[in-house]
């Protein structure tokens, strides 16, 4: 924070200051004659390529910043190979200071992919997102092989490296997808198959 004193800018202390329902600023002592300029920008920074890219989702684990969504890029950072043409889904770590990528990955087939949710711990990244490709990867004892077409996926990732933990398709088409408690997960969508369990 800071005011602007004789054409200078003076420094205000502040800190976040947050409720039970609510958060705000501290600040220290100021002129309150003058406009105070609380500017709470912490990091920002820009990521992609050459083609299109939309983040979609965004989680926290540790000191770790998750950033996940569609790329098109064949020079998207981070992999060193490039997303596919049509779009593949990405996930992404970075520091809190979005210096730098630690980690990067694809995920995707032949056709179109991406990350529409995810959630983020300790032991594992999740994510949900659309799916077009027959081709697209999954583990063994998945519920789904990669036969789905027009429909979705749910991908477990782990949270240092980005591996794929487990992976499968899902008829659905799946919008979020919340934490449960040890290694379950709740991931909600929407569907038109009568025949849906």
């Known amino acids: 924070a800071y005011q602007v004193l004789g054409g200078r800018k003076s420094p205000v202390s ?46 926290v684990a540790g000191e770790d910043i998750f950033i996940a969504g569609t790329a098109e890029s064949a020079d998207f950072p981070g992999t060193g190979q490039g997303a596919g043409r049509l779009g593949d ?37 999740t994510i949900v997102g659309h799916n077009s490709s027959f081709d697209f ?11 789905v077409v027009s429909g979705a996926f749910i991908t477990r990732l782990d949270p240092v490296t980005l591996r794929m933990i487990s992976s499968t398709s899902f008829h659905p088409n799946l919008f979020a997808v919340a934490g449960g408690p040890g290694d379950s997960v709740f991931v909600a969508g929407a569907t038109a198959d009568p025949s849906f369990p």
Do not use: C, Q, W
């Not at 800190?15 to 004659?33: A, L, M, P």
């Open 89 to 125: 889904a990405f996930v992404l770590r970075v520091g809190r200071d979005l210096a730098a990528i630690k980690a990067a990955t694809f995920i995707g087939g032949s056709l179109t992919e991406g990350v529409r949710d995810m959630t983020a711990d300790g032991s594992a990244i």
């Open 137 to 147: 990867p999954t583990t063994p004892m998945a519920a789904y092989a990669g036969s």
């Open 14 to 59: 502040v800190s976040y200051r947050t409720g039970e329902s609510h958060y705000g600023f501290s600040v220290g002592d100021y002129d309150r004659s003058l406009p105070l300029v609380i500017d709470p920008l912490l990091a920002s920074s820009y990521l992609g390529g050459k083609g299109n890219e939309t983040a979609y989702a965004l989680g």
